[in-house]
């Protein structure tokens, strides 16, 4: 597990490690946080298809499915 921080996750950019539809690259384009900083929502893009989908936002530290940045 690598450690990443929830309160840069907007705009980063995401790598699939075994790539589903051609889809490789992610951006987070949405975050949403409680009143103590929590996040309760993520939404993820994919940069070739347009496709949007919520993901729990503690998966990105599984470096077996992501990778941070674009590779």
């Known amino acids: ?36 900083g929590v996040v309760t929502r993520c939404l993820m893009q994919a940069v070739m298809t347009k496709r949007e989908f919520e993901i729990e936002w503690r998966d990105l530290k599984n470096i077996e499915e992501w990778r941070a940045g674009w590779l």
């Open 1 to 36: 597990m690598s450690t990443l921080n929830p309160k840069k996750l907007l705009n980063s950019k995401w790598t699939a490690v075994r790539p589903e539809r051609k889809e490789k690259h992610f951006i987070i384009l949405e975050t949403e946080y409680d009143e103590d």
